[in-house]
């Protein structure tokens, strides 16, 4: 059953369309990316996920009820990790249940457990600048987790870390994905990362975007899986189509 | 804390010099290039600093009271006025040019009308401190509301918190960097608006006691008065720096 549905979303700015007719969809637990190169309205097709932003046309369910134009439903990280840097890192994470209306006591009682979960244990007093990227993207994503526990939205989270860095990033991401049965729909210009944490790939392409290709993707489970035959295959194969052969 | 040697050179630096601009000073006077009444020697005007103290910190106190009011009131107002200009995009097409223009109003030339329409007492002190600070805090806080980072908004945009939340959570926090700078610069025109205002009249205060000076010829009372009024304004500023980095305390573990 799908958790998110997006159909028929078209938007433009000053006349000039920037996404057509695009409807996707996630089903819970359901780890799915959306990829295509810069510039194609990904972050258009986001914002409108979120709320952010109202479509021209078409209309936005979550577990059925319609959101489109509403923000505040689903969680929502982006590739800088936007943590406010003059409030603690527990602070930071806790923002969205403060928002919610808890007490701080309260929402510091439910966010101090996840700490060593995320890897943020004995964190919790230091300033963001105090932090690796790495740790400030786990917080980031901590913070998201609090704000919705059933549909997160990430632009390109990772793209801002060193390569090994992201890559550790990745696999504990999945991890923890999995683990608290989140759905999440990220958006990503890199084929390897889409490859590696999907299970299902959206294409997008042309000009207005629109989505060209849907695959089926199964997450490798061995290591190095970047190295193995297979990966090398389905790259090829989807590099071609982002490339429209 | 060890300081390192370069940072310590770097202070010396200016002190070298105002050493030299002093003892050349000295010698000018010493060497009579320069009649006595006019040019009083820096130990003249140390010696009237000593003797005069006790008169003149009864007149820093009414200039200080005058200036922090003056002050307060600026940054209040500025306070209230940049939210709501913040807010409400209307007021701020409507009262940017009109702050703009206080700002080019020349504050000793409106001081006699001030006196003439307010009398001598603290008010029309406080007006004139406030004509001269409003602006740069209003601009300071202006400045700093737009500072906030547009991916933080957007995130507590998206989480549907109300415009106050985002006022307390964001938008101020991310302003005072460019508050303190503001309240560096209003501090000194504050004190200098104090003694301005004062030239005009008044029981009390260092621009009472300069006009008192100045009329009986004791030019090394006055510049020991200019001396004490920088200095006033200099020990602010050092305040208002101190006052930041308390205040601020995540900002030592950012990278310059």
């Keep these: ?245 | 804390m060890i300081k390192k040697p370069q940072s310590i050179i770097n202070k010396l630096y200016p002190l070298a010099f105002i050493a030299l601009i002093v003892a050349v000073w000295e010698a000018v006077c010493r060497l009579g290039l320069v009649a006595e009444f006019m040019l009083p020697s820096p130990g003249k005007v140390l010696n009237a600093l000593i003797s005069e103290f006790p008169a003149l910190l009864g007149h820093s106190r009414t200039t200080l009271l005058e200036a922090a009011a003056g002050l307060g009131i600026s940054v209040l107002a500025a306070l209230v006025f940049a939210v709501l200009m913040d807010r409400f995009e209307f007021l701020y097409k409507a009262g940017y040019p009109l702050a703009v223009l206080t700002q080019t109003i020349p504050t000793v030339a409106i001081a006699p009308l001030l006196v003439l329409w307010f009398g001598y007492g603290m008010a029309p002190k406080i007006i004139l401190i406030f004509v001269a600070c409003f602006f740069p805090m209003l601009i300071a806080l202006l400045g700093g509301f737009q500072a906030a980072d547009p991916g933080v908004l957007r995130l507590y945009r998206s989480m549907n918190a109300g415009y106050l939340r985002i006022l307390w959570d964001v938008k101020l926090p991310y302003a005072m960097d460019s508050f303190f700078s503001g309240l560096r610069i209003s501090v000194s025109y504050s004190v200098v608006g104090a003694v301005i205002s004062e030239w005009l009249g008044g029981n009390g205060g260092l621009g009472v006691y300069m006009t008192r000076v100045r009329k009986s010829f004791a030019f090394d009372k006055m510049f020991a008065v200019i001396i004490l009024t920088s200095v006033v304004s200099l020990v602010l500023i050092k305040l208002v720096d101190i006052i930041q980095v308390a205040a601020m305390p995540w900002k030592k573990y950012e990278k310059k």
């Design chain 1, 1 to 245: 059953m799908s958790i998110l549905k997006a159909e028929n979303l078209s938007k433009s700015y000053g006349g000039r369309q920037i996404i057509s007719d695009i409807s996707v969809y996630l089903d819970k637990g359901e780890m799915v990316s959306l990829l295509g190169v810069s510039g194609i309205g990904k972050t258009t097709l986001f914002n409108i996920l979120s709320g952010l932003e109202t479509p021209d046309s078409g209309s936005v369910t979550i577990d059925g009820r319609d959101v489109t134009g509403k923000s505040g439903i689903v969680g929502y990280m982006q590739q800088s990790d936007l943590l406010l840097p003059f409030k603690t890192i527990a602070d930071n994470v806790i923002i969205p249940l403060l928002l919610r209306g808890e007490k701080k006591k309260a929402a510091l009682e439910k966010a101090l457990p996840l700490f060593s979960e995320f890897g943020l244990e004995g964190m919790e007093n230091y300033y963001p600048a105090q932090l690796s990227g790495g740790m400030r993207q786990r917080a980031a994503l901590l913070r998201s987790f609090f704000y919705s526990s059933d549909v997160l939205l990430m632009d390109e989270p990772f793209s801002a870390l060193d390569a090994i860095t992201r890559s550790a990033m990745q696999s504990w991401f999945r991890k923890i994905i999995r683990e608290h049965g989140l759905s999440t729909f990220f958006i990503t210009h890199d084929v390897n990362e889409a490859l590696l944490l999907s299970d299902r790939i959206y294409i997008l392409g042309g000009r207005p975007g629109q989505i060209t290709h849907q695959l089926p993707n199964s997450i490798p489970v061995t290591e190095n899986p970047e190295l193995t035959e297979e990966f090398l295959k389905n790259k090829i194969r989807i590099t071609e189509l982002i490339n429209g052969k």
